[in-house]
C-alpha cells in the first residue's frame, strides 16, 4: 500500500483487469488501482496519467477506465467529487452523461435517473453491495420503492462512483439502464499519513440564511495496513415558497343536458350553488334560484366542462435539516495475494420544518348539510381557452382552507461491507464479499384544518390568461385574519416508522490469464421491508372539535378558536415567482398552546396501528430472499488484426418473496399474505472492437430483471386524500419485469481528454408496471363506510346530496399497478469532450445530449422520461484556477399515467434548464494544500413545475431559487 506501490499500478491498466472484473471491467481495473492490490498481468495496457493534478487528471481518469471497460461505464474519480459543491453524492453524479439529477422541492438532488427510466430501476450498490434506505424522498418526496434517497451521503465521503450503462452475468440484477456502484474512501486512496479538512457556507436565496457545514477525514497507510476515519456535519436552514393544485376538476352540474359532460368523462369534483347565498352580493338575490349560464356567461355545457383546480394553494415550507455521518476503513494486506477491507458508514438525517397551506376550496365544495358543506360558488363572467381551462372569472361564496402541518423527520443509516481478494496465482483469483446495511425512519406529522365559514362573501378573482407559472387569485377578504369567523374542518394525527435491512454475500472467482478466463459466481441477497403507520385521528378530532368535527363542543370549539390563531408575517411571499402570485397570506395555530391544551402528546403516543394508508405509506412487510449464480468467459482475439474483447455470460436468479398487508374485510382488520417464488435466466453478451488506437466500437445484448416497488405489492385498498375521491388499490400479484436490452457504440479518442462518442440503445420490457386510473364505485371498494374518518363521511354524503346519487353508487377514482404488456424504450446518447488549449491554454468544453421515444400496447408510458436532454459545460484549468459553467436542461416527460382526478389527462413534467457557476483557487505557496471554493447554483432562478394536461394547469409549481456556496478545504 505504500505510495510507489500504487503510483506504479495506476500507471498499470492490465489487460486482465479489463477483462476479468465482478461487475465490468471498468469496476476491476477501478478498485486496482485505488487499492493498490496486485495486477492478474504484468502486460501493460493504455497508460493513465492520473498523477496529474485538478479536473483534467480526473477527465484522463475516467476516459481511461472507459476506454478499457468492455462495458460502457461512466466514472467519476475523486477529483471530480471534490470539486463539485453538491450537498450530498448525487448532485455530483449529475455530471455523467446520460445520469439526470431528481430534485425535490428545496432544488436539492435527491434520486438518480439513468438514460430516462427512474430511480427504482437503477440498482445501487455500495462498496459492491447491495444498498436500500428506508427514508421520505427529501422535503416533498416519498421513496417508498427501490429508489435510494442519496440526501443521506455526504459527497466528501465517497472516492469513486461506476455507472455502468450495460450489464454483465457477474453484475448484481435489478437496474434495467443501469447500476450505481459508489465506493467510499479508503486508506490508499491517499498513501502515508493524511488530513483533509473542508468547511462551507450555502446561502439560499429563498431563506435568505447561511447553513453551515463541514467535514474532517484522517487516515493513515503503509505498505501492509491503512486505516481512515472521518465526519461529516451540515445544517440548513430552509425554506420553499410554491403553488399545488393537487389537480383540476370539473363541476357536476345537474340536468345539464344534451353535450354535458357526466361522471363517466369528468371529474364532477363539485358543486355550484343551487341558490343564490345570503351574502354573495353582485346584484344576486339570496335564495333565488342561480341561473349558472346567465351568471357565469357560458352555456351549461361549458360549464359542466370547465376546468378549474381542486385546491389552488399557496405553500410556504420552512424548517431545518441536520445530518450527521461518519466514516470508517480498514485495509489489511497480511500476504502479498491476500488484500482485505472493512467498509462503514453511518448517517443520520433530522427534519423539522412546517407546512403551511392557504387554499381556495374547490374540491367537494357544494350545498350539503354537514358542518363541512360550504354551500356552493357562484361563477360570473366566466372565460375559458379551447382546453376548457378556465382563464378568468369571479367566484362569489368561495370558501377557504387554512392547512398546517409540523413535520418531525429522523431518519438513520448504517452499512458494514468487508471484501477479500485473494490471489494465490498469476491465473486464479478469489473475491469474496459480505455486507449488511440498516435503515429507519420515522416521521410525526399532525396536520390541523381550518375552514372560512359557510357564506362568509368571500369573493375569488381568477386570472390565468397570463405568461406566469401560476394563476393570480385574488380575496375580497384578509384571509390572514383569525377573526375571519375561521371554524375547525380537521385534525390529523398520524405518525410513520419504517425499517429496511439488507444481507448480502457473494462470491466470484476467475480462472486463467488476461487473454483467456473464465469466472464464476454466486450471491446472496436477503431484504426486508417494514412500514407501520399509527393513526389517532377519530379520538384525537373528537375530543378537540367533537362529533363531525363541527366545533360546538370538545376541548377547542370554534367559539375559542380564534385565540389560538395567529397572522404569518410574509413579507416576501413569492419574491422568486417571476411574476405575480395573488394573494400572500397565511394563518397558523399556537402550536405550542394548542398542542398543550387539546393534550396531543398523549393521543399521539398512543396512537393505533392504522389500517389505512398515512401519508402515502400502506402498512405492511416485504420480503424477499435472492439467490443467484453465474458463468462468464472472458477473451481477447485478434480478428482482421483487430484487437476484439468478448465478456460472454449466463446467471441464474431465483426470488422468494413474502408480502404481507392489512385490509378491511367485511369489517375486520384482516392480515392478506402473498408468497411467491420466481426465477429467470439472464443471458448477456459484450463485445469491445479496437478498431484503431483511437476508435472504439461496442456492441452489447442482455437480459436484465427489475422486481416491482415495493409499496405497489401490499394488498390494501385505502382512500389516499382526506377528499375520499381517489382510492388506491396495491397488486400482490404483480409481476418482476424483464428487459432485453441492446446497447451499439462508436467512441473516438481524439488525444488528452478529448472524447467523441454516440451510442444508441433499446430496452424491450415485458411486464413494466404502471399505476393506472379508472372509475369505480364506493361499494365495489370493500371499504365499510363506518371505517372512514368523519371528514370522509361527511364529504360523501355532501357529495350524494349533490348529485342525488346514493353514497354506495358515488363515481371514486381508484388507481391500481397494473403489468403492461410490453414497453419498449429507444434511445441514444452523445458526448462530445474536446481541449481548446490552441485557443487558451487550460480551456475546454464538455456536451452531451440524449434522446428518447418509448412505445407501449396500451399507450401507457413509463413516468419521468423526458423525449430530450442535454447537458454543456465550459471549463477552464490552469495554474492554481480552476472555474467552470455547466448548464442542463431536461425536455417534457410524464410524471403519471392519465385519466387523473376522473379527467383524461396526464401528468407532465415542465422542461427545465439549470445554469451553475464553478471557481477552485489553490494556494500554490503552500503545494496546493489550500483550496477555496465559489459556486452558484441555479443562476437562472428556474423553478420546478409540473401541470395536469395543459400547460395553463399547473398541478405544482416550486421556487427554490438560486444558491451561493463559499468554503476553503485543506489537506495535510
Request: charged share 15%; hydrophobic share 40%; with cysteine.
Amino acid at each position: 500500500m505504500g505510495e510507489n506501490r500504487t503510483r506504479a499500478s495506476a500507471v498499470r491498466l492490465s489487460a486482465a483487469c479489463m477483462l476479468a472484473s465482478g461487475l465490468s471491467a471498468g469496476h476491476a481495473c477501478a478498485q486496482t488501482v485505488v487499492s493498490g492490490a496486485a495486477d492478474a498481468s504484468g502486460d501493460d495496457a493504455q497508460p493513465a496519467a492520473i498523477v496529474v493534478n485538478g479536473l483534467r487528471s480526473s477527465l484522463i481518469d475516467a476516459l481511461g477506465r472507459r476506454r478499457a471497460a468492455v462495458l460502457t461505464t461512466e466514472t467519476l474519480t475523486l477529483e471530480d467529487i471534490a470539486k463539485t459543491s453538491g450537498a450530498n453524492i448525487a448532485e455530483t453524479l449529475d455530471r455523467l452523461p446520460g445520469v439526470r439529477l431528481l430534485r425535490d422541492a428545496t432544488g436539492e438532488g435527491v434520486q438518480i435517473s439513468v438514460r430516462g427510466l427512474g430511480s427504482e430501476f437503477v440498482r445501487v450498490l455500495l462498496n459492491g453491495a447491495p444498498l436500500q434506505v428506508a427514508s421520505d424522498g427529501g422535503t416533498n418526496g416519498g421513496s417508498r420503492g427501490r429508489g435510494v434517497d442519496f440526501d443521506l451521503l455526504p459527497a466528501e465521503f465517497f472516492a469513486r462512483v461506476d455507472v455502468p450503462k450495460a450489464s454483465d452475468a457477474a453484475m448484481i440484477e435489478g437496474g434495467i439502464n443501469g447500476t450505481i456502484d459508489l465506493r467510499t474512501l479508503r486508506p490508499s486512496d491517499r498513501p502515508g499519513f493524511s488530513l483533509t479538512v473542508s468547511g462551507q457556507g450555502q446561502y439560499a436565496s429563498a431563506s435568505r440564511k447561511v447553513a453551515p457545514r463541514g467535514s474532517v477525514l484522517v487516515s493513515w497507510s503503509g505498505s501492509r495496513f491503512g486505516v481512515l476515519a472521518g465526519v461529516s456535519a451540515l445544517k440548513s436552514v430552509q425554506r420553499v415558497d410554491g403553488f399545488e393544485t393537487i389537480g383540476w376538476t370539473d363541476a357536476n352540474v345537474p340536468a345539464c343536458g344534451p353535450g354535458c359532460l357526466t361522471s363517466g368523462d369528468s371529474g364532477n369534483g363539485f358543486s355550484y350553488a343551487g341558490l343564490v347565498p345570503a351574502i354573495a352580493g353582485h346584484g344576486l338575490v339570496p335564495g333565488d334560484k342561480v341561473d349558472l349560464v346567465a351568471t357565469s356567461g357560458l352555456s351549461l355545457s361549458q360549464i359542466s366542462a370547465a376546468l378549474l383546480p381542486r385546491l389552488a394553494r399557496q405553500l410556504l415550507l420552512r424548517g431545518t435539516r441536520e445530518r450527521t455521518a461518519a466514516i470508517a476503513a480498514v485495509e489489511w494486506r497480511p500476504l502479498d495475494s491476500l488484500q482485505i477491507t472493512l467498509d462503514g458508514l453511518y448517517a443520520h438525517a433530522e427534519r423539522d420544518y412546517e407546512h403551511l397551506g392557504m387554499q381556495w376550496y374547490v374540491r367537494n365544495s357544494g350545498p350539503g348539510k354537514t358542518p363541512q358543506s360550504t354551500g356552493g360558488m357562484v361563477p360570473i363572467s366566466l372565460s375559458v381557452d379551447a382546453n376548457n381551462v378556465v382563464t378568468s372569472g369571479l367566484f362569489a361564496n368561495s370558501a377557504f382552507l387554512a392547512e398546517e402541518s409540523l413535520y418531525n423527520q429522523d431518519t438513520r443509516f448504517h452499512a458494514v461491507t468487508a471484501n477479500a481478494r485473494w490471489e494465490p496465482a498469476r491465473t486464479v483469483r478469489v473475491d469474496a464479499q459480505a455486507g449488511f446495511n440498516r435503515s429507519q425512519f420515522r416521521r410525526e406529522q399532525p396536520t390541523f384544518l381550518f375552514q372560512t365559514p359557510m357564506q362568509s362573501g368571500i369573493d375569488v378573482r381568477f386570472d390565468n390568461r397570463g405568461s406566469a407559472a401560476q394563476p393570480v387569485i385574488t380575496t375580497n377578504r384578509d384571509l390572514g385574519d383569525p377573526g375571519l369567523g375561521w371554524q375547525w374542518s380537521r385534525l390529523n394525527i398520524q405518525n410513520i416508522r419504517r425499517e429496511t435491512t439488507t444481507d448480502s454475500a457473494r462470491i466470484d472467482i476467475m480462472l486463467g490469464t488476461a487473454r483467456l478466463n473464465v469466472k464464476a459466481g454466486a450471491s446472496y441477497e436477503r431484504s426486508r421491508r417494514e412500514i407501520r403507520s399509527y393513526d389517532n385521528s377519530p379520538a384525537y378530532q373528537l375530543a378537540v372539535c367533537g362529533p363531525n368535527c363541527a366545533g360546538v363542543a370538545g376541548s377547542v370549539p370554534n367559539g375559542n378558536l380564534a385565540r389560538y390563531l395567529q397572522r404569518v408575517q410574509v413579507s416576501d411571499f413569492g419574491r422568486l415567482a417571476q411574476g405575480p402570485v395573488g394573494y400572500t397570506t397565511f394563518l397558523a395555530p399556537d402550536f405550542a398552546a394548542l398542542k398543550r391544551d387539546t393534550g396531543y402528546q398523549a393521543f399521539s403516543d398512543d396512537a393505533p396501528l392504522a389500517t389505512t394508508q398515512v401519508g402515502g405509506n400502506p402498512p405492511g412487510d416485504i420480503g424477499e430472499r435472492v439467490l443467484a449464480g453465474y458463468g462468464e468467459v472472458n477473451a481477447a482475439l485478434r480478428i482482421l488484426g483487430r484487437e476484439v474483447q468478448a465478456k460472454l455470460g449466463l446467471r441464474h436468479v431465483a426470488t422468494d418473496q413474502d408480502v404481507a398487508g392489512v385490509a378491511l374485510l367485511n369489517g375486520d382488520v384482516v392480515t392478506i399474505r402473498s408468497q411467491r417464488s420466481y426465477g429467470a435466466w439472464l443471458p448477456s453478451a459484450n463485445l469491445l472492437a479496437r478498431m484503431t488506437n483511437r476508435i472504439n466500437l461496442r456492441f452489447g445484448y442482455g437480459r436484465t430483471l427489475t422486481r416491482p416497488d415495493p409499496s405497489l405489492l401490499l394488498p390494501s385498498t385505502v382512500f389516499t386524500d382526506a377528499s375520499a375521491q381517489i382510492a388506491a388499490a396495491g397488486n400482490p400479484a404483480l409481476k418482476p419485469y424483464v428487459s432485453t436490452n441492446f446497447d451499439l457504440g462508436i467512441e473516438w479518442y481524439t488525444g488528452g481528454i478529448g472524447l467523441l462518442s454516440v451510442s444508441a440503445f433499446s430496452r424491450a420490457i415485458d411486464g413494466f408496471t404502471v399505476v393506472q386510473a379508472d372509475q369505480a364505485t364506493f361499494a365495489s371498494l370493500g371499504i365499510p363506510f363506518s371505517a372512514l374518518s368523519s371528514t370522509q363521511q361527511n364529504v360523501l354524503n355532501d357529495r350524494s346530496f349533490q348529485t342525488g346519487i346514493p353514497v354506495p353508487q358515488l363515481p371514486i377514482s381508484l388507481t391500481r399497478p397494473i403489468n403492461l404488456q410490453s414497453l419498449l424504450l429507444r434511445g441514444i446518447e452523445a458526448t462530445w469532450t474536446q481541449p481548446l488549449d490552441p485557443l487558451a491554454k487550460g480551456l475546454g468544453f464538455t456536451v452531451s445530449a440524449g434522446f428518447l421515444d418509448q412505445q407501449s400496447a396500451t399507450g401507457l408510458v413509463a413516468p419521468g422520461v423526458p423525449g430530450a436532454s442535454a447537458a454543456a459545460e465550459l471549463f477552464y484549468e490552469r495554474g492554481p484556477i480552476s472555474a467552470s459553467v455547466r448548464y442542463d436542461w431536461n425536455g417534457r416527460s410524464v410524471a403519471a399515467n392519465g385519466p387523473l382526478n376522473g379527467l383524461n389527462l396526464a401528468q407532465y413534467t415542465d422542461p427545465r434548464g439549470q445554469l451553475d457557476l464553478a471557481l477552485i483557487y489553490r494556494l500554490p505557496r503552500w503545494h496546493d494544500r489550500f483550496r477555496f471554493t465559489l459556486s452558484v447554483l441555479n443562476v437562472g432562478n428556474a423553478p420546478l413545475r409540473t401541470t395536469l394536461g395543459y400547460d395553463n394547469a399547473p398541478f405544482s409549481v416550486y421556487y427554490p431559487g438560486p444558491q451561493v456556496l463559499a468554503g476553503f478545504g485543506a489537506r495535510f
